[in-house]
């Protein structure tokens, strides 16, 4: 018996350690690791969030004063920009150390302190992982282009002669001139996807391909539980193919989601990957092996031709189209993120209507595809209409992403230049520098002037009207958390009986949800066919819908939405 005890208690004990050295992947039971399937996001950069010290700038503790105010908004995911050390020419996209936290923004110890903080009152934090590209400040890049016998020098992109695509496949067209550059002191030309104090990092190398495993292994280390990874198709890019249709290595993406999970079990990796829906797959994984969650960019851009037209029709399309996915797998939606509205896919004619509407004037557009204002300003400060947008994101088949200050509808500063111009500060109160900072100037300008300015639009004026578009959205995310369909369930679009509403269906363990957007300025009258003559139970208003042989007539305001459970 006592030798039977021994046996089990190093079943017990030592197997587990043994294969946690070994870096083996456990089973994961799916059914507990998908709790990003019914979470709202919100994504805020620290340094124009809150400063705590006055010295013009936002910080980890300023962020940790402001934990409440998050999780009064019913949010239980923050992601956060980049926070490492940088020389801040990309807004912090240009990393100078992976590991450390930027001295302007506070310690290792205050992000510590913060994602206890966080934890404390039940929100996760994801971290931005930038990894397909350095500043070329770093000390990995610097040491590379001192000597060809540098162990760095592998770690990047090199070429004896200026390549003939060299002047294909900007990020930035417009503002970029070129992918290839010349360094003076290496003596060959350098890859850069982005702007040329980015220099690309080369994930042919396995030296490269073990670093970033370091680093996702130190954050996880550091408490968070996951990352959005930035610019997923360039960091699989296979060097020397052609920048403008290169070869891709989709690996990658299983591999490091596998050393991911034997680090932490639950932990989502979300990638930006603006794909067409055919190349889903590739990125989620045959089996969902892939990233948990990738954002919609597809279904974003032709979400913004039917708010700028009301013709939806290609809207549903996406919609359609980018329904088959791995079970365990899920789509982030958004409105508005820290970059661009990207137009890129829509056709000519599309995209210039959509710019005619929300875009007019050339100061407003960039990089040849897309609008750098806030959603407020887009849709002329309609409160009406911001409603249907937010009601129609939360609705939709995924997780929700929202942007910090577009609960208050916050404004865009079309001064400062490309994609700065939504990254203002958070506008508390109506005192001076909208209670961002004591300083007497904040590092980045806060909105001053017009409809948008921290005067009228602030979270403590708005914290005390009910009426208010904060509160307003508050109700919606309660709202959204309370209908597990949405994130969990299957779906199907209904025929709407209007060619301006938009009418999905949520199934979930018994349970049923219809949500229905009319995307016209003015009333309709919508039809819909539910088998069962069933009641439908409106979840914001009194006014549940009754069948007549299962048909349901519903009538919508301009701009008006509906939320039924059926009963």
């Excluded at 929700?400 to 109160?429: A, F, H």
């Amino acid at each position: 018996m006592k030798q039977l005890n021994r046996f089990l208690l190093f079943i017990l004990l030592v197997l587990p350690a043994y294969g946690h050295a070994q870096d083996k992947l456990a089973p994961v039971d799916l059914k507990n690791h998908i709790w990003f399937k019914n979470s709202i996001i919100y994504n805020l950069e620290v340094g124009v969030f809150k400063d705590s010290d006055g010295d013009g700038r936002g910080d980890f503790q300023g962020l940790i004063e402001k934990l409440d105010y998050i999780r009064a908004l019913g949010v239980d995911i923050i992601w956060l920009a980049p926070f490492q050390p940088s020389p801040g020419k990309d807004d912090g996209y240009d990393v100078a150390d992976f590991y450390g936290v930027d001295e302007k923004l506070g310690t290792s110890g205050d992000f510590a302190e913060f994602v206890f903080q966080a934890q404390k009152r039940g929100i996760r934090v994801i971290i931005d992982l930038v990894i397909n590209h350095t500043s070329d400040q770093h000390s990995w890049f610097q040491q590379a282009r001192k000597s060809k016998d540098s162990k760095y020098r592998d770690w990047y992109i090199w070429s004896d002669k200026l390549p003939k695509d060299y002047n294909n496949g900007m990020v930035f067209p417009g503002v970029q001139k070129a992918v290839w550059d010349m360094d003076t002191l290496a003596g060959q030309y350098y890859y850069h996807r982005f702007y040329p104090f980015q220099p690309d990092l080369n994930f042919a190398n396995p030296a490269v391909v073990e670093e970033s495993q370091k680093i996702i292994g130190y954050w996880l280390g550091q408490g968070v539980s996951g990352f959005r990874l930035d610019a997923v198709p360039f960091i699989i890019e296979i060097p020397k193919t052609g920048s403008e249709k290169p070869k891709l290595d989709y690996k990658f993406l299983m591999d490091i989601r596998q050393f991911a999970q034997t680090r932490r079990a639950d932990v989502v990796i979300l990638g930006e990957a603006n794909v067409v829906p055919e190349e889903n797959q590739n990125y989620f994984g045959k089996n969902g092996e892939g990233m948990q969650m990738m954002f919609n960019f597809f279904a974003n851009q032709y979400l913004f031709y039917a708010l700028a037209t009301g013709n939806i029709d290609p809207f549903k399309k996406a919609i359609s189209e980018t329904q088959i996915i791995p079970d365990a797998s899920q789509w982030a939606h958004f409105l508005r993120n820290h970059d661009e509205v990207d137009l890129g896919r829509l056709s000519d004619k599309q995209r210039q209507e959509v710019y005619a509407k929300f875009g007019p004037d050339t100061s407003m557009q960039l990089y040849d595809r897309g609008i750098r204002r806030r959603l407020a300003t887009m849709l002329g400060n309609n409160r009406k209409h911001m409603e249907l947008a937010y009601s129609l994101l939360f609705s939709l088949p995924g997780t929700p992403v929202i942007r910090y200050g577009d609960e208050l509808g916050m404004g865009d500063d079309l001064r400062l230049k490309e994609r700065i111009s939504v990254r203002t500060p958070m506008q508390w109160t109506a005192e001076k520098n909208a209670g961002f900072t004591t300083a007497d100037t904040a590092f980045r300008p806060v909105i001053d002037f017009g409809d948008h300015g921290y005067k009228k639009i602030n979270v403590e004026d708005q914290t005390r009207d009910s009426a208010s578009l904060l509160n307003w959205t508050t109700a919606l995310i309660k709202l959204r958390k309370s209908c597990p369909e949405i994130g969990l369930g299957t779906y199907r679009i209904l025929d709407a009986g209007s060619a301006a509403v938009f009418a999905i269906q949520y199934e979930h363990e018994g349970k049923s949800l219809v949500v229905l957007h009319n995307f016209s300025d003015r009333p309709t009258q919508s039809r819909i066919n539910i088998p069962g003559n069933k009641l439908l139970v409106d979840l914001i208003d009194e006014d549940d819908q009754k069948a007549s042989d299962g048909k349901y007539s519903i009538k919508l305001d301009g701009y008006g939405y509906k939320w039924f459970r059926i009963k």
